[in-house]
């Protein structure tokens, strides 16, 4: 196994499926499945998940909430999301803990590292709700936070492209894809990987991201067993 200890950023969007909206109770499971999958092999997996199938702080200032409440609510969104996927996790008989940035016992327990290592160590699937826990942050960052915390080997960002492009390759047809790239590259080409603050930490803090397709059944072990699928993003 290439990876030990992984934190999986799966987001919000990714899990509504073809529906547009809300979760998806067969992409659900099939994501559980392959973290299930990877779990049986003995490697650590922390996952944060998203909120923007429910609600996202920025767009929902459109619709007259202010910001810092706005906020509030996508990372209760991502509480959503974390219950959600540790109930499909359970069904499969994985073990799996949400570990909250807020409190609100007893939805999930308050959130430290000490709490995400042990239940890491112990082989259970951990899942890191509410983000950061502040306003004016994503979930991305809530990865590279807790990525760097729990010291994981890999961010691997499960996103439904199957890695990082020149363009938007669901836009442009010309667009080409990088095997690796440095962070450095990915600022002087302006590419949208994940917001600058997130991209940031790991490269201060030398944390490798993957981002790979996580919609296609079985990419996850693949990445973990080290294939070269998606693109690495390095230092
Ligand atoms: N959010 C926040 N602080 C955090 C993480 C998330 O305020 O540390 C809020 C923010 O409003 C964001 C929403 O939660 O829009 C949902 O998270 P995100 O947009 O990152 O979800 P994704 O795009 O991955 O579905």
Known sequence: MTYKRILLKLSGESLMGAQGHGIDTGRLNEYATQIRDIVKLGVQVGIVIGGG???RGLSGMSKGVDRYKGDQMGMLATVINALALSSALEDLDVKARVLTAIRMEPVGEFYSKPKAIEALERGEVVILAAGTGN???????GSSL???EIEAD??????RVDGIYTADPEKDPSAVKFDTITYDEVYHRGLKVMDLTATTMCKENNLPIIVFDMDTPGNLIKVVKGEKIGTLVHN
């Open 154 to 159: 890999v961010m691997l960002k499960g996103t």
């Open 135 to 141: 306003p004016y942050f994503t979930t991305d960052t």
């Open 53 to 55: 199938n429910i609600f």
């Open 146 to 148: 807790r990525g760097i």
